[in-house]
């Protein structure tokens, strides 16, 4: 398994403004992800983060919104950019190992937008 | 893209008993079904997985079943205690983590 820790673990926010999100692991890890999970609902794919390149975005979530970076294979960030109440929800990162398969989550960031 | 689909929503049984949900997916090219157990106001911890060229795995009073032709999976807990109780979500992985995750049991153990 790997040690996950997420900053903020929540935040109150106005909505038309950006919040960044972190995830630091405790060792270095090819694959990382984010995701997004609504209160009482399931965990949602945002994106896949890739080192040394774009992130790789699922249906619905686009950069300009959900903009990813990961500059080492031990961290990532995930921006919500213009904010709106629509994004209150929980976000995860999680990384994953046996190419992706094997995934443990990070505490989450809870996100309330006013 | 694919679709996973989790049955029953909501799932309350006696201390001692067992609980079985289950999972049904749409794309065939799915091969790893992991199942998450979420507790109130804390991370999904993954508590059991099965690959496509498995049919069965078993990890104490956790098993998994696969039935690849049908596309179905299930979580079977026996022997149920009251810290069983959480929601648990199945998931589909197609390739390279892409993951599509059920809408999650909630499971209720009364004492």
């Known amino acids: 398994s790997a040690v996950i820790s997420q900053k903020p673990s929540r935040d109150i926010c106005q909505r038309g403004t950006s919040l960044t999100i972190q995830c630091q692991v405790d060792s270095q890890v090819t694959m990382m992800f984010w995701y997004r999970q609504q209160p009482g609902q399931s965990l949602t794919l945002i994106a896949t983060a890739n080192q040394g390149s774009e992130a790789t975005y699922e249906s619905g979530f686009v950069i300009d919104k959900f903009p990813i970076s990961r500059p080492n294979l031990t961290f990532s960030t995930l921006t919500v950019s213009n904010m709106s109440p629509e994004d209150s929800s929980i976000y995860l990162c999680s990384v994953g190992l046996d190419r992706g398969n094997t995934q443990y989550f990070g505490p989450g960031t809870r996100l309330t937008v006013l | 893209g694919e679709n996973v689909e989790q049955h029953p929503s909501t799932l309350s049984v006696q201390e001692g008993d067992s609980a079985v949900i289950k999972c049904t997916y749409s794309?065939?090219?799915?091969?790893?079904f992991p199942w998450y157990k979420q507790e109130l106001g804390k991370r999904p911890q993954l508590i059991i997985d099965?690959?496509?060229?498995?049919g069965e795995k078993k990890d104490q009073r956790i098993a998994v079943t696969l039935n690849k032709t049908a596309k179905h999976f299930s979580l079977h807990i026996t022997e149920t205690q009251p810290e069983d109780s959480a929601v648990y979500f199945c998931a589909a992985i197609l390739n390279a983590g892409k993951s599509t995750f059920g809408d999650g049991t909630t499971l209720t153990v009364k004492p």
């Open positions: 794309d065939s090219a799915s091969n790893y």
């Open positions: 099965i690959r496509s060229n498995v």
